[in-house]
Each structure stands twice: as structure tokens, then as C-alpha cells.
């Protein structure tokens, strides 16, 4: 049992992914942390009597993502709180070491993490880093004009939308952004770290390991459906819809204590100087490729190739395309260059789980095809 963490709810929202809730159940159960799985699927799913566990309630609503987001703090009541896809994992060392922070630093709003991509490729766990560009707030940025100076376009610190943080933040902060729904799943992520930022700092722990899942598609690309970020900023029939996301994002500014003149530049900094920062990276030849190609080509090429590809192209094709991926003797060593604290059974762990249920989907892909 992995104690230590009576403090911490983790809320996972799903939608008709039953082999990684059932995972979820079997990580989580070895732990005394409060887990909340917020169901939208048409159908409850059905949970092995053996994976039930006092600590990890399923709530089905089948209601929208939005939705389940915004009234989540109806379940949670422990001081510290934090959002998890429904096919990733938190190491529980880094966890601890979390609320091991918040306990003894009230000025600190939430912990982020370092990440890990992973993925179950020809019967091989890989992994690569991810997120290396996050940098944390400075030291000087110890009030509320400077952290908003510090993390809006043309700057940027980190993302704040899997932070453990304390629970009256994080319900806030969810409530705000999730309110109201827009027609691009990506409008959310940046109005939880413009809110961040007005509410308080978090900080960048080296011991809080995230692992985070390209075993699928986004759950709310696949769900909502609806254009990018800079496809939705950039169409005209979105006006009304962008007119009202502008609008709550000066609201926020202006409820959270920012004059009315501040706000006003913060806010254009937020979204329009937000869509000309995108918009340059997006212009980019290599990311422009990778955003139009790299999905297709992981979900259609035939195996054989890409075996093909990833055992004698260079390093630097792989990264482009998307099919990079280290085994964890290679990441464990990387990790530690980095000063990354683990504990590599909690990798192995990951790789246990991520390897079972990879050979649970292709024996129901062999079955299907059978029948």
C-alpha cells in the first residue's frame, strides 16, 4: 500500500475507455489517495469485484466533459486535489512529495511535474521526455502582475492543468474555466493557467513524475470534436464565441483583483498576442508536417514498417515524426542527467500495466476480426 497520500482526491474524467478505467482501478487500489472517475460514456461501465476499492468512487453521469469538470468540487473534500486523464499516471513518490510541499509552503498555490511520454509499440514499452521548454516562475515573481508578465504570450512558464494543488484553488479555477463551453477543446488549458497565475504560483518539482499516455487520442478532440485552438481563434464564425471566451478571460482578471486598465492589456496579451505566438510556431515547415501527418501516420502505417523505421532511421527522424521511444534503461539515465528524482519500480510498474492492457486490445482486436 502506497500511504501518505489520505490528503489528495485525483479526478478522471473518461468516456467509453473501460480497459484503462479498469486499469485505473488496479494503479490506484494500491493507494490511500481519494480517486474520483467522472464517467460520460452512454452506458456505466461494469467493475470487476476484485479492482473495487473503498478509496476510488465512479461516479456515470454520461453528461459532457464541460460539464463534469465544472462540478467536480461537489466530490471533493480533501485539502489537495488534482486532474489526471483516464489513461495516464502520477508516480506516487512524486505525489507525496507534493503534498509534502504544499504542507510546508503555503505561498506555493500547486506542484507541476516532469513528464514522460509512453507507449506500448511491438510488444516494447517506450518512453521519451516531454515539456523540457517549461521553466518556472522566477523568484521575483512574487506578485500578481509579475506572474501574469511572467506566463502570458510572448511568454510562457509551464502548464498548470495537471498541478496537484489545494482543493479550494483547484475547484475555483475548474469552475471558472469549464463553466461555459466553446466549440475547440483547447480553450480550457489557457484559461486554467491565466487563472493560475492571477490566484497564486505553482512550482516545478523534479520528484513528481508524470506519466502521460499516446496509447489515444485526446479524450476531448475525440468527444467534442471541434478545431484547434488557432483554427477556432482564426475562423469567423466563431466571433460570438470568441467575443464571450475574451470576455471571461478579462473577468477573470478583473474579478481575481487586476485594474481595469491592467487587465485590459493582459487580456489582448492572452488571446491576441496568444493567436500570434501559435500562429508563428504553427508556420514552422517541421511543425506544420508533424500536425498534418504524424497522426496518420501513427494510426495507419502497417507495423512492419514502422519496425522498419524505428530500427534504422537517425534519432532525428524519429523525433519528427513521432515515433521516438526509449527503453527505460535509456530514459532512467536520461532522467538522472536531468536530476529528475524516481524510483524505477514506479516506472516498471507503468510499463507492467501499460503491456497488459496493450495485449488485452489485441486480443479483443483478434476476436473481433474472428468473428
Known sequence: MQSGLSELTVVIPTYMRSEYIRRQFAYWRESDARVIILDGSPEPMEIPDELRSENINY????????????????????????????DEFFAFSGLRAAVGRLNSDQSVLGCVGRCLYFF???????????????????????????????DLPPRKTHMAHYAVMRSEAWVRIMEDAYHQPFSSAYTYERLVN??????????????????????NR?????VEGGPGFLAWALDPKYETEIKLYRKTAKSLLIKGGVNPTEADIFERRFFEVGVEKTLERKSKLRKRFRDQ???????????????????????QVLSF???????????CDSLLERHTKFERSEIERVRDLALHTARLLEEESVQGRVI
Not at 521526455?129 to 511572467?150: C, G, I, M, N, T
Not at 491565466?194 to 496509447?215: A, D, K, N, P
Request: charge should be positive; proline fraction near 3%.
Open 321 to 331: 515524426s513521432g515515433w521516438e521511444g526509449y527503453d527505460i534503461e535509456v530514459i
Open 293 to 315: 501527418y504524424r497522426e496518420k501516420l501513427l494510426q495507419w502505417s502497417p507495423k512492419r514498417f514502422r519496425l522498419f523505421v524505428k530500427r534504422h532511421l537517425p534519432a
Open 194 to 215: 491565466l487563472q493560475r497565475s492571477i490566484l497564486g504560483r505553482t512550482v516545478i518539482l523534479e520528484s513528481l513524475l508524470w506519466f502521460r499516455s499516446m496509447e
Open 120 to 150: 506500448v509499440d511491438q510488444g516494447r514499452f517506450l518512453l521519451k521526455d516531454a515539456y523540457r521548454e517549461w521553466v518556472p516562475f522566477s523568484d521575483s515573481a512574487d506578485s500578481q502582475s509579475s506572474r501574469l508578465d511572467e
Open 59 to 86: 461516479v456515470h453521469s454520461g453528461t459532457p466533459f464541460t460539464e463534469r469538470l465544472s462540478t467536480a468540487g461537489r466530490y471533493v473534500a480533501t485539502k489537495y486535489c488534482v486532474m489526471l486523464s483516464d
Open 218 to 222: 485526446n479524450i476531448a478532440v475525440t
